[in-house]
């Protein structure tokens, strides 16, 4: 678990604000990793720290504070969708399969029951129809 002054340290910051800006640019991927402590601190756990080492090293090479957190957000998005797409597309898949069966036996049904109506009497009287 870590401080803001242990994560200045670290990231090899100047002040707890650049620490703080860089929480708040990526606080919706650290919410499940911080908490608070003693006198209400920020604190980190090692998950947090990562996505806090990630951020400085994508500010190091260039990036502004918010490309830097836009692209990590990309990154753990893309890493996520990759993780939990096999069993969503088999089931996705699953569930095509059992529409498409549904729609052949609603197609044979209504195959089975066509009837011919007569034709309206009034249809006689309009030319055009």
């Known amino acids: 678990m870590y401080t803001l002054d242990q994560l200045k340290r670290i990231l090899g910051l100047q002040t707890t604000n650049q620490v703080r800006n860089r929480i708040e640019a990526i606080r919706d991927l650290l919410e499940p990793h911080m908490r ?3 006198n209400n601190r920020i604190i980190l756990d090692e998950t947090g720290l ?9 500010c190091d090479s260039g990036k502004t504070l918010k490309e830097a957190a836009k692209a990590l957000r990309e990154e753990k998005l893309l890493k996520t969708k ?3 797409s096999e069993p969503e597309r088999q089931a996705l898949e699953e569930l095509l399969e059992r529409c498409r069966e549904e729609v052949r036996f609603l197609r044979e049904l209504l195959r089975g029951n066509a009837v011919s109506r007569p034709e309206p009497w009034w249809r006689e009287w309009i030319p055009f129809m």
Do not use: V
């Open 36 to 38: 608070r402590g003693p």
């Open 50 to 58: 990562g996505f806090l080492q990630a951020l400085q090293s994508l």
């Open 82 to 84: 990759k993780s939990s």
